[in-house]
């Protein structure tokens, strides 16, 4: 198609659908894309380089590791001095309310005691009494100094000299004079005139501490543009181990004073787009009609948009390994639900745009390329639960298989070689068998039918098969008949084989409802020789609704139920409405009486199973099974079916028409050839 022709069908509603879909997905990826355009790495110690040789693009100094920076930190802590404000006003509080207590003096001591004791106290506060949890967090070492402000000066008291309330009280009966007469100074309370009047200051004393801190030098040395910092599988030793986190710390500090916008978001809104773009243009010139289903559409770029936002997020948190994330899944689903070759875009497309936030995006490609083809490959048709469980078997081994050759290549010596990144992709491995329940919640939120759900509709054992098996038998083997010769001709012009039979099962369900007045269920009595044309038309036809009816009450899939309101499309009830033109030759004939509700076939699967049911159901009345009157029953119902225009809404070609003619004649004449006649046992 050429690109006039192109531009000429859109129409402007298209147009802006499809743009719409592009910007809004572009915008949503490029918003979470991490912004850093730096090298970003993990190293561990002992470990061998991975990445390519790395040389200083900027110059930036070596920084110290934490671990020293504490132990420098540490040690300078012994040099810190907390500041203490002393308040002198407590101590002539104290002891005027001592003087004003004991006025009349101190049973059983001699009034010279209280000038004694006040003088203690006196003594005590000039020292200093500080909180008793400061004082035993600082007691800890006894050669600390804390610096107590008194006026204008801050001198350096040693912790020994300095009180808390218990301690002091304890130094009150260590006196010589005081201790002979412990028993009667015990009953004066004396820890009641005991009162911290060291304060702890906070501002000055966090201002010496960073004081401290910033005196300490953060660097060692200095990197100059231009100089090795290391060679690719050279193993990192501590000194080169931290270079590397210098630069790393440095570089992240260089992108935070970085402008926000930036041609970087440029870059990545354009890489983006580019690879949205063609996608798009891919649907629109190969396929067109999954636009036209809004489901087809929502599902492709809702895992194009959420595998790479999962990956974004994921590299701009340093959130596990990228090799973890199951990007196979995207080929998986939409091979299941549609085709190999949307699925192979839509795998490129998502591996591509998530490719430039990566420091190396040729490995990712290259092994994500891999699993795609792997897990495209193996469910070309997806007919048990088992493949799934063996494509995410393969995609490992292939994954691993691919890594294994890119080590190899860069590196000549096993020893040098990362293990790590295979264990991200066993539990890649591990992760891809969970697409078993997700397939369950794709088809119920984007309202898909997979093969496997076809599968298990097509079991015998299912509630509605079984009831038709048992109240309309003639019936069941019809649909079992049509359902087998249509799956030959679905796998002969490459359709859905299972979705055309198992639609076939469930076409004629409406016939439970009176199943006595369809012919393969009547055994010698015929309801209709008492009906009139127009009423047996109209129980003939109700099969259609009735079968609808039935469906949606099993909730069975929309798919299968187009293929019972399509099996007849807007055909008549031919017997009853030829029966009644004779009868009343001259009287006008209201055509939608014996006309069926549709409408005609609009998928290729839905025509094939039109003209496998029409041929089978005819091909119970013909006199003689010869390969003549078969063909010649084939090739006029289907070719009656062509000329009223059952087939012009699906898109079956001419070439298809004939293929199935061929299976059709095939295999009728195989199910009635004519068998021998065993002779008798002559006695």
């Not at 926000?260 to 063609?278: D, E, K």
């Not at 890594?403 to 992709?425: A, G, H, K, Q």
């Not at 139920?561 to 017997?575: L, P």
């Not at 030759?585 to 025509?607: H, I, M, R, S």
Request: proline share 4%; charged share 20%.
């Amino acid at each position: 198609m050429s690109s006039f022709d192109f531009k000429n069908e859109l129409t402007w509603r298209d147009f802006l659908i499809r743009a719409v879909l592009v910007i809004g997905t572009v915008a949503i990826i490029v918003w979470l894309m991490p912004r850093s355009t730096q090298f970003s790495f993990n190293a561990e110690k002992g470990r061998p380089w991975v990445y390519s040789d790395l040389s200083a693009p900027f110059d930036f100094p070596i920084y110290k590791s934490d671990e020293v920076i504490n132990r420098e930190r540490d040690s300078l802590m012994k040099l810190y001095e907390p500041y203490y404000l002393i308040n002198k006003d407590i101590s002539g509080e104290q002891i005027r309310q001592f003087y004003k207590d004991y006025s009349n003096g101190i049973p059983g001591l001699e009034n010279d005691y209280l000038s004694i004791i006040a003088n203690r106290l006196r003594d005590l506060y000039a020292t200093g009494i500080m909180n008793s949890s400061e004082y035993t967090e600082l007691h800890q070492d006894t050669a600390r100094l804390i610096r107590i402000i008194d006026g204008k000066t801050a001198n350096s008291v040693p912790i020994t000299e300095v009180n808390s309330v218990i301690s002091a009280y304890e130094k009150i009966f260590l006196d010589e004079t005081l201790a002979q007469h412990r028993e009667i100074l015990k009953k004066c309370n004396l820890n009641d005139y005991l009162t911290p009047n060291l304060t702890y200051d906070k501002d000055r004393s966090e201002a010496s501490l960073n004081e401290l801190h910033n005196s300490i030098p953060l660097a060692t040395g200095l990197v100059q543009r231009g100089q090795k910092i290391i060679d690719r599988g050279d193993i990192v030793d501590a000194k080169t181990y931290n270079i590397l986190m210098s630069f790393k710390k440095e570089t992240e500090r260089k992108h935070e004073n970085a402008p926000q916008f930036s041609l970087t978001i440029l870059g990545q809104i354009l890489y983006v787009a580019i690879f949205i773009t063609c996608f798009t243009i891919f649907l629109t010139l190969f396929r067109k009609d999954y636009f036209e289903k809004v489901r087809s559409a929502a599902m492709l770029y809702a895992l194009i948009i959420i595998f790479s936002v999962t990956a974004c997020i994921m590299v701009s948190h340093s959130i596990l390994h990228i090799y973890m994330l199951p990007f196979a899944m995207v080929p998986i689903f939409v091979r299941v639900f549609m085709d190999s070759r949307t699925a192979f875009m839509a795998h490129m497309t998502t591996i591509f745009s998530c490719a430039c936030i990566l420091q190396h995006p040729l490995e990712f490609i290259t092994v994500e390329t891999i699993a795609g083809m792997i897990a495209i490959f193996s469910l070309r048709e997806l007919s048990s639960r088992s493949q799934l469980f063996w494509t995410a078997v393969l995609i490992t081994v292939g994954m691993t298989l691919t890594n294994i050759s890119l080590d190899w290549m860069r590196n000549n010596d096993f020893t040098r070689l990362n293990y790590s990144e295979y264990n991200y992709i066993i539990i890649n491995g591990l992760l891809l068998f969970c697409s078993y329940p997700l397939l369950y919640l794709l088809e119920k939120a984007f309202g898909f039918t997979s093969n496997i759900t076809l599968i298990e509709l097509s079991d015998m054992n299912k509630e509605l098969l079984r009831k038709m098996s048992e109240v309309a038998p003639g019936t069941f083997q019809h649909s079992i008949q049509v359902g087998n010769l249509a799956a030959e001709i679905a796998r002969k012009i490459g359709a859905k084989s299972q979705l055309v039979r198992t639609g076939a099962l469930y076409h004629d369900i409406g016939k439970i409802t009176n199943p006595i007045y369809f012919t393969e269920n009547q055994s010698g009595v015929n309801p209709h020789e008492k009906m009139g044309y127009i009423d047996s038309a109209q129980m003939i036809i109700s099969h259609v609704t009735e079968g609808v009816k039935m469906a949606e009450k099993y909730d069975l899939p929309k798919v299968i139920r187009e293929f019972i309101t399509t099996h007849h499309g807007q055909g008549k009830a031919k017997f009853f409405y030829v029966q009644y033109k004779n009868a009343h030759p001259n009287d006008e004939v209201d055509e939608l009486l014996f006309t069926y509700p549709g409408p005609n076939p609009f998928t290729k699967e839905q025509a094939i199973l039109m003209m496998a049911d029409t041929v089978e159901a005819a091909s119970r009345s013909l006199p003689d099974y010869t390969e003549k009157t078969i063909r010649d029953l084939v090739n006029r119902l289907i070719d009656a079916q062509v000329a009223e225009g059952y087939f012009k809404e699906c898109p079956i070609t001419f070439r298809d028409i004939a293929y199935a003619k061929t299976v059709l004649i095939e295999k009728l004449k195989t199910i009635y050839h004519t068998r021998l006649s065993y002779p008798e046992l002559k006695k």
